[in-house]
């Protein structure tokens, strides 16, 4: 399945990039496909590795802050793998030309 | 933690209050503390619990559909219990007066 | 339409009652059908009208706050009205029984 | 500010890449600054002409569609132009590597 994800730490002032790269730097390290968007970050995989994965991103910004919210969106679809490069290829086939990426 | 999620079924129609029924029958069932509106549950647990009782609603769910979205939305935050309860009644307390719930 | 709002500041401690105390302020004043959760507030209307709610809510935090992250889930569905009221009791004919909200 | 959004028809089967493609086309020839990823699009822009163009691609959906649901996150922050090119930017300077995008 397809997750996004996305962690933002409350009551540590309005720059939050050192927690973000900390985040990113497990994800990167775990194998799992992923893509980072400037709103958060794509994983492909069975449900116990993502949800391990989330969780393991999430404490480690809970390790440092008082409050997190994480938000998290699952796009499950059956007998579909590479979702996430073939999902965008689909649509720019359909619309027979490249969009910004 | 606070965990808001809502599953939406893929390619079953748009009536999904069969699909809706069947989840909101594990929440009850669980015994965890729960909530439910009209877009969503929030339930109240600790991670393991919390995400044991989401997937077991995201397998119900995509044992008779092709595909399904579903959201999760975590307010997790330091040293505070019954925030189901608490976190709208401190807004009524600041607004002394009471809310539509 | 059923939108389901909720907005976050961020960078200004971790307790950020006091802002969403002002937002449900403005939410129960605009007269629209309106629920609030532990983790948002669910509105019923039409486009503009929500929006346009939406957005003052928006600008009241920003007007105090650094950065904001707002969180927006539109569920439309054509000839269905009072779907603030319907949808969950849709669910307990269904179940036969009453849900905790 | 930074918004991302994401449209799924619902009843109108578990293939949605038609619908996807309209939107996309819409998005495109905006002319505001987007990114696609596996599971939304990214744009940068004032309130206004990110909403109208929201709004443009729900009621494309919504033209052929039963059902939709729309889900929408703001980052706004206060002048930070350019952040759908810099806020990875900055993330992959701390890490002094690039992530997968």
């Known amino acids: ?4 994800f996305s962690i933002v730490p409350v009551g540590v002032g309005s720059s939050i990039g050192d927690y973000l790269a900390e985040v990113l730097d497990i994800v990167d390290r775990s194998g799992l496909p ?18 391990s994965l989330i969780e393991k991103c999430h404490q480690a910004v809970m ?3 008082e409050r ?12 579909k ?4 490069e ?3 290829a689909s649509i720019e086939k ?3 030309r490249n969009l910004k990426k």
């Open 81 to 84: 793998p590479n979702r996430i």
């Open 86 to 88: 073939e999902k965008v």
């Open 68 to 79: 997190a919210i994480t938000t998290i969106t699952i796009d499950d679809r059956k007998g």
């Open 63 to 65: 390790s440092k802050a």
């Open 1 to 4: 399945m397809l997750v996004e």
């Open 34 to 51: 992923y893509k980072v968007n400037p709103m958060g970050t794509v994983v492909e995989g069975e449900w116990k590795e993502v949800f």
């Open 94 to 96: 359909r619309l027979k």
